[in-house]
């Protein structure tokens, strides 16, 4: 398990009625192939061996005999390889037929686990054949070379790399309480179920359905492996169900009434889970009522050694939902924001707000959810005072974007030229105006924030802030400057949804209206705090200065969600922006990412409200408390290591 990773496959074999030989055949294909991609865990469907369409074949000993005499085989064929299967047979323990899964590694029978919950209704009637673990008294069997201890109680399975690991069958899952909660609350990180899930018009949505809320709930990953082609037709079809998820997420599936053998591959971040249960306090206090037994054996897996790199997709954008649900997302992020600022309005009856408008994403974005509110509460539009603020780095482009956009939001426009006033205050302080440094740029923004204030008071109103997450983390904004306002709307929106938001937006507006916004999300970002240049083009680009924001959005995705350290966010971008930065440049901005991050928390510890939007937000008041003099030596070490 390097960086948190294991990867596990979910297999599903060609298989011939109650042909073992054959079968075990086709499980030691896929073994071998699943051995050669690096995957660590295989599992196979339920009663794999023998298939799980025998019926009455089960109640033969020759069946029975040949199913121990193939798990035999596959000790002997896994004796050099270094992966753990996990396959379905039937297995006869005193006077009890019963519905198992073997564990298996390196010749040797780790465990057998026996089905629960045996369904007897319907097309179903296992209880014909098998009898339930719940039926089972702790018994020494010798089965397969292997003197073992096989018992109703669930057992957990652990690594050599610290993963721990717990297996179900088929209907356990469907139960009210599968064995799966109680395995997941006593540690284990993985679930693994072997099926036999057959087809029926629905069915395969509401089982997707089981499987990705039973791994969200338990916050686990969960491999099925169900049975497919060559299973008997006699009365239902099987259609091969290869399905992988990863809390609550299907990360891989497999092709559904494939005839061909399938082999489904993934890896499954075992840190990403363990940070989840730590940071949910509810995982934490249910696991005082729902743990195993305490005294249970813990059964060991054999060392395994795999050469590591990822071959899972990593997106480059964690805060952009997939296409499909974009629109979808904009929509609730923007309701979200509209109905934050709602209540803040009808709480202080106020009925004018006061922003900063310069032609930028994160002004516009603040001037949209301002319209919206105001629309929503029926409050005349007039009641939005937009100010624009030109200044010394003020470019055309951005001042005209600024001025038609407001008039075609029929919004009150204010323009206040900061020149004169920032002039006087350099002459006060005694600052050369020639000198471009921080004091030259931070006078500037914080006299548009004096203005913003004034104005407020002055309508009876309050400044709304416009500043987003991804500033917020970098602490690229002026300390009671724009840092500062009654109710940031975009506080834990980040740069990378701003842009999505906007272009969402556009959709809904007016042709004339959608041409300024798309314009303003291709405008080079920036402050706008020094001198155009001589074609009054925009000289300073905060992405020049402070690097790339998608660069930036995905090292604060990982270091805060899921608290990882500096070396394991650096592979998981190698991954996500292969092709697009290479590996110094990544190593680069990752080390400004934290010197920033750690410096500037200043700024965040007394940030003003402002609704959360999504899983990650640097509210002091909520996600995200932090001293503002803690050492990042430890962070900056090991970004000095990579």
């Not at 099987?238 to 399905?243: D, E, I, K, Q, S």
């Not at 020049?544 to 650096?570: Q, T």
Request: glycine share 6%; hydrophobic share 40%; with cysteine.
């Amino acid at each position: 398990m390097d960086y948190g990773f294991i990867k596990v496959a979910s297999a599903i074999p060609s298989v011939k009625v109650g042909d073992v030989n054959y079968n075990t055949q086709q499980i030691e294909k896929l073994v071998s192939k699943a051995e050669n991609q690096g995957v660590e865990i295989i599992v196979f469907p339920e009663l794999a061996i023998t298939s799980y369409t025998c019926q009455d074949l089960f109640r033969q000993d020759l069946l029975l005999n040949s199913t121990e005499e193939a798990i035999q085989s596959l000790l002997i064929f896994t004796q050099q390889l270094d992966i753990i299967v996990v396959v379905g047979a039937p297995i006869v323990v005193g006077n009890l037929l019963l519905n198992c899964a073997v564990i298996i590694q390196k010749g040797h029978i780790l465990g057998i686990i026996p089905k629960t919950y045996l369904p007897n209704y319907n097309e179903f009637y296992e209880k014909r054949w098998f009898a339930s673990s719940q039926d089972l008294r702790p018994t020494i069997i010798s089965y397969a070379g292997h003197t073992l201890t096989i018992s109703a109680e669930s057992k957990l399975f652990l690594t050599s790399q610290g993963v721990k690991f717990g297996v179900e069958i088929c209907e356990d899952v469907w139960a009210p309480i599968p064995p799966s909660n109680h395995l997941a609350l006593s540690g284990a990180d993985l679930i693994l179920n072997l099926s036999a899930t057959d087809e029926l018009l629905g069915k395969h949505k509401y089982l997707k359905s089981l499987l990705a809320q039973q791994s969200a709930r338990m916050i686990s990953g969960y491999v099925y492996s169900s049975c497919g082609f060559g299973e008997s037709t006699q009365d239902v079809v099987y259609g091969g169900n290869a399905l992988i998820y990863e809390n609550g997420t299907l990360l891989v599936e497999g092709e559904r009434f494939s005839v061909d053998s399938q082999l489904v591959v993934t890896q499954i971040d075992v840190e990403r889970l363990r940070a989840e249960r730590r940071n949910n306090t509810t995982f934490v206090n249910a696991q005082r009522a729902g743990m195993l037994n305490p005294n249970e054996e813990l059964c060991y897996a054999i060392e395994q050694k795999k050469p590591f790199h990822i071959d899972r997709t990593i997106s480059p954008c964690p805060f952009i939902p997939e296409e499909d649900d974009l629109a979808d997302s904009c929509e609730e992020v923007f309701n979200i924001q509209v109905m934050g600022l709602a209540k803040r309005l009808i709480h202080t009856g106020c009925k004018h707000v006061v922003l900063g408008v310069s032609g930028g994403l994160d002004s516009t974005l603040a001037l949209l959810v301002c319209v919206r509110t105001f629309d929503k509460l029926k409050l005349d539009r007039k009641g939005i005072i937009g100010v624009t603020m030109p200044g010394f780095g003020t470019t055309d482009r951005t001042y005209q974007n600024a001025i038609h956009l407001m008039e075609k939001l029929n919004i009150s426009i204010r323009e206040i030229s900061i020149a004169k006033s920032v002039t006087q205050h350099f002459e006060d302080i005694g600052h050369d105006m020639s000198v471009h440094d921080i004091t030259y740029e931070n006078g500037q923004a914080r006299e548009r924030t004096q203005i913003l204030m004034d104005l407020s008071n002055q309508v009876g109103g309050f400044v709304i802030g416009t500043g987003d997450l991804s500033e917020l983390a970098l602490g690229w904004a002026t300390y009671n400057g724009d840092h500062m306002s009654m109710y940031g709307v975009n506080a834990s929106v980040p740069k990378t949804l701003i842009q999505h938001l906007m272009r969402f937006v556009a959709t809904t507006m007016s042709p004339d209206i959608a041409s300024i916004l798309i314009d303003i999300v291709n405008t080079p970002i920036s402050p706008e705090l020094l001198p155009a240049t001589q074609n009054d083009s925009i000289s300073q680009k905060t992405e020049d200065l402070v690097g790339p924001y998608e660069l930036h959005d995905f090292f604060l995705y990982y270091f805060l969600r899921y608290g990882f350290r500096p070396k394991k966010i650096f592979i998981l971008a190698e991954k996500a922006f292969a092709g697009q930065y290479d590996v110094k440049c990544i190593k680069k901005w990752l080390t400004i990412f934290f010197r920033r991050f750690f410096s500037q928390q200043f700024k965040r510890s007394c940030l003003p409200d402002g609704p959360k939007v999504g899983s990650v937000s640097l509210s002091p008041r909520g996600d995200w408390r932090m001293p503002s003099d803690a050492s990042n030596s430890l962070w900056l070490k090991e970004c000095e290591d990579l």
